[in-house]
Nanobody
Framework: QVQLVESGGGLVQAGGSLRLSCAAS????????MAWFRQAPGKEREFVAAILWNGGNTFYADSVTGRFTIARDKAKNTVYLQMTSLKPEDTAVYCCAADGRSYGSYYYTRQASYDYWGQGTQVNVSS
């Protein structure tokens, strides 16, 4: 089992920045991939970004490319999401996810490709 705890959410004005953190504990040695998803009010959860734990390869949704950066600190078992140039449409609950299975990159955006999920942290962007 892997436990994930997110932090760093809050209220920010449009154009501002936030950095989210996701601390992993438990059987973290089996982690192959971690990701961030988000769910806005009245909408389905959507993929934001993913990172391969060992190689550090990163993948992004088109909507955040160039504005968000996912990174990991292996020594701290923590993944980060640096968000810049925030827009009101970025308002959502941001959840961290992790998985230990080897999939091709096609599956990185799929919720079903992740076994472990955090509770989420709220991000509100005001206009």
């Amino acid at each position: 089992q892997v436990q994930l705890v997110e932090s760093g959410g809050g209220l920010v004005q449009a154009g501002g920045s936030l950095r989210l953190s996701c601390a992993a504990s438990g059987r973290t040695s089996s982690t192959i991939r971690m990701a961030w998803f988000r769910q806005a009010p009245g909408k389905e959860r959507e993929f934001v970004a993913a990172i391969l734990w060992n190689g550090g390869n990163t993948f992004y949704a088109d909507s955040v490319t160039g504005r968000f950066t996912i990174a990991r600190d292996k020594a701290k078992n923590t993944v980060y999401l640096q968000m810049t140039s925030l827009k009101p449409e970025d308002t959502a609950v941001y959840c961290c996810a992790a998985d230990g299975r080897s999939y091709g990159s096609y599956y990185y955006t799929r919720q079903a490709s992740y076994d472990y999920w955090g509770q989420g942290t709220q991000v509100n962007v005001s206009s």
